[in-house]
Nanobody
Framework: HVPLEESGGDLVQTGESLRLSCKTAPDTLKYHSVAWFRQAPGRAREGVACLSVSTGSKYLAESVRVRFTVSGDNAENLMYLQMSDLRPDDTGVYFC????????????????????WGPGTQVTVSS
């Protein structure tokens, strides 16, 4: 049983858009926050976006705030990350993660606040 599984990663060109999906276990979105992190080679894992369906809270990192949106479908157990105007520095493995809390923090995402992780999906943005 895989609690989280990402899909939608691809090789795209600068300026293009991409939508990532995260399939969760039933009721995950109902009881947990769910977030997207990304990790570029040689860099630490970075929190990108978070969604809490139960509390209505959302978080987007400043670097993506005007280009990415996060949404969820609790009935389908799916969470989405819509990415537009992609840049080469958006390249990395994108992970979906289930929060230990219901809410999304407003001051950034810490990996220690997320207890289950998907295997990741690769996003590569060419210049």
């Amino acid at each position: 049983h895989v609690p989280l599984e990402e899909s939608g990663g691809d090789l795209v060109q600068t300026g293009e858009s991409l939508r990532l999906s995260c399939k969760t276990a039933p009721d995950t979105l109902k009881y947990h926050s769910v977030a997207w992190f990304r990790q570029a080679p040689g860099r630490a894992r970075e929190g990108v976006a978070c969604l809490s369906v139960s509390t209505g809270s959302k978080y987007l990192a400043e670097s993506v705030r005007v280009r990415f949106t996060v949404s969820g479908d609790n009935a389908e157990n799916l969470m989405y990350l819509q990415m537009s105007d992609l840049r080469p520095d958006d390249t990395g493995v994108y992970f979906c993660a289930r929060g230990v809390h219901r809410w999304c923090g407003s001051a950034g995402l810490r990996t220690s606040d997320f207890g289950a992780w998907g295997p990741g999906t690769q996003v590569t943005v060419s210049s």
